[in-house]
């Protein structure tokens, strides 16, 4: 009796644990396969991560970069004395600033061109 019960347990174990049995008997092919097919989609997931966040940063920038141009310090009927305008810190800045841009841009078109030639597909900005 106890030899026919093992027997029963063995095979109601080989029906649940089918995925695990079959994943011993694949061929390297498939093993090949399931691994290239991982590897492409992390991959690609963290290139379009990745440019995503040169777009947000592109932007974050522009914004800053826009945002020196308001001179008035507390509300819209004030503006910055000429007296404490700086305007060397100011240029320093703005072209310190547009440099930047210009890399990011650089850096995010080559980014979205290098993503459609390894994944086929294209990343829309944010």
Do not use: W
Not at 51 to 68: H, I
Not at 93 to 116: F, P, Q, W
């Amino acid at each position: 009796m106890p030899l026919t019960l093992l027997k029963t347990d063995i095979m109601e174990d080989k029906v649940t644990n089918a995925a695990f049995l079959e994943s011993l008997k694949r061929n390297n092919e498939k093993i090949r396969d399931d691994r290239a097919s991982a590897i492409a989609e992390d991959a690609q997931l963290m290139y379009k991560r990745e440019t995503e966040d040169l777009a947000l940063s592109l932007k974050r920038l522009v914004r800053e970069q826009e945002n020196m141009l308001d001179m008035s310090p507390t509300d819209a009927n004030s503006l910055v004395l000429a007296s404490d305008f700086d305007a060397k810190d100011y240029v320093s800045k703005d072209l310190e600033m547009s440099v930047k841009i210009r890399n990011l841009e650089i850096k995010l078109e080559l980014a979205k061109k290098r993503y459609t030639h390894l994944f086929g597909g294209t990343i829309n900005e944010i």
